[in-house]
């Protein structure tokens, strides 16, 4: 239990670390000196654990360029389409059942991704 805990924060850390990396080339891109703001698209299947997030974010900004910068997140619902009759639903797991047919096959169209949407640097 605990190493599985572990993991999931190592994993959300290094989302964090990465989004750090690449809001310092922007910044050093821009001769700008710091974040000012970042918007975050994070949708319910990406396997990205809120929580987990929220401490990796706490440890991973200080001393950096985003230190400051004011945080938005998008939470987005992800979209399956039933590969039996089509039927396009919001999907609470990857596994859910079409709410038409019952058949458990879908296709997951959104609700995977982890991006930043806009940074604003100055
Ligand atoms: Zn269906």
Not at 52 to 80: P, Y
Request: glycine residues 4%.
């Amino acid at each position: 239990m605990s190493t599985c805990i572990k993991f999931q924060k190592m994993h959300e850390l290094s989302i964090v670390m990465s989004i750090v990396e690449m809001a310092e080339k922007e910044v050093k891109k821009a001769n700008a000196e710091k974040v000012d703001s970042i918007e975050l698209e994070i949708g319910t299947l990406s396997g990205v654990e809120m929580e987990a997030f929220d401490f990796a974010w706490q440890i991973s900004l200080k001393d950096t360029v985003m230190e400051n910068a004011e945080r938005k997140i998008h939470r987005t619902k992800a979209k399956a389409r039933c590969a039996d009759c089509g039927y396009v639903f919001y999907s609470k797991t990857l596994y859910d059942e079409c709410p038409k047919c019952g058949q458990p096959f879908n296709e997951i169209l959104s609700g995977r991704e982890m991006r930043v949407k806009t940074l604003t640097v100055s």
